[in-house]
């Protein structure tokens, strides 16, 4: 049975702190936040980890509709030069964006592909792809809402 979990600013913070502390020893000169959640938890990171170079990626699988079709690429990161890239979503559900990305990121930098570390605030364990940190776990059934999503989704 799936459940609302619902997550304060506070949760955040603390998250985003778990992250930090697991990175801090990383020298990580881009980040890229995956559009839409990644777009809040990037920032923050940003800012703790002093890194100034911030772009976003948009991938998309649903339609208007809402009716599922195959995973693309809708906006591409700005890369340049880069040792160390930092890939930033909000949650973690199935894995498959995070997997696409790897392998579009390991396609597009095919010649000198920097080191790649994949983090979400809100990990769900799966099958698809095993990021290498995050804030906090959640169980495979709850619905997470993080405090910058649409207040209907409060009811």
Known sequence: MSCKLFLSWADVDSYCDNIHAQLANKNIDKIIAVGRGGYVPGVMLSNRLNCREVTSMITKSYTDSNEQTALHITQEPVLGECKHILVVDDIVDSGVTFKYIHKYLSEKCATNL??????????????EFNIDVFGSMADNTDWVVFPWECQSLHG
Not at 121 to 126: A, D, E, G, Q
């Open 114 to 127: 920097p080191q790649i570390t994949f983090v979400s605030l809100v990990y769900k364990p799966n099958k």
